[in-house]
């Protein structure tokens, strides 16, 4: 369990901050108070963390449930490891974000926050009438969950559900987005312009293919 927390608290902490979600959370404290704005995100990055762990758990019943309707000479699905499957998606996501880091560019980082400025805009339009704590904390919520659905961090938490310990990964992984939220509101913007999306994406790629080892080595569960 004490693996799998550490693995998912520093993959999330890492691959949150910088993120458009974490930009998002930045823009949101600098435009209303900022204990709903903090306990929105939170909330919905805590939501979208269990659901992705629940995801990764079915995710290791697929090759058994697929077994049962194939011919009896396929059955070699059943000896497939997740943890080697869970390796292998590691080692693509780290290639994939060492790509993208190589490509990315100085306007890299204002394109990243000019996206979370279009989707609070957006989203402000939909949420009238924002007075009060509790129209703060539910645009926080929704906009980040939204925003969060699909993201790096979201299919790293599946697979990390996958091949280690669920609970340790939740609890890791709610604990990281919980630490880059509370920058994100406190003192986002001062942070924002001192940290490079290039650097971010390098060093969460390098982490991404750190922990194939992992898991091909050690294996999970």
Not at 23 to 41: D, E, H, Q, T, W
Not at 80 to 94: K, M, Y
């Amino acid at each position: 369990m004490l693996e799998a927390f550490t693995a998912a608290l520093s993959l999330i902490t890492v691959s949150e901050i910088g993120d458009k979600t974490f930009f998002m959370a930045v823009i949101l404290a600098s435009r209303y108070p900022r204990k709903p704005v903090f306990f929105g995100v939170v909330t919905a990055l805590a939501a979208m963390t269990v659901l992705s762990v629940a995801i990764g758990e079915l995710l290791i019943l697929l090759p058994s449930l697929i077994a049962r309707y194939l011919p009896a000479n396929w059955t070699f699905l059943n000896l497939i490891s997740i943890e080697r499957v869970a390796a292998l998606l590691f080692l693509i996501f780290g290639i994939k974000l060492l790509y993208s880091a190589r490509t990315m560019s100085v306007a890299t980082d204002i394109e990243v926050m000019a996206e979370a400025e279009e989707a609070i805009e957006e989203g402000e339009r939909k949420f009238k009438q924002r007075n009060t704590a509790w129209k703060i904390f539910l645009e926080s919520c929704v906009l980040t969950f939204v925003a969060e659905w699909g993201d790096r961090t979201q299919f790293a938490t599946i697979t990390l559900a996958a091949s280690q310990e669920p609970i340790g990964v939740m609890l890791g992984g709610t604990l990281g987005h919980a630490i880059c939220a509370l920058i994100a509101v406190i003192g986002g913007r001062a942070i924002a312009s001192h940290i490079s999306e290039r650097t971010i994406t390098i060093i969460g790629g390098v982490l991404f293919i750190l922990l194939a080892i992992v898991s091909l080595v050690f294996g999970g569960k």
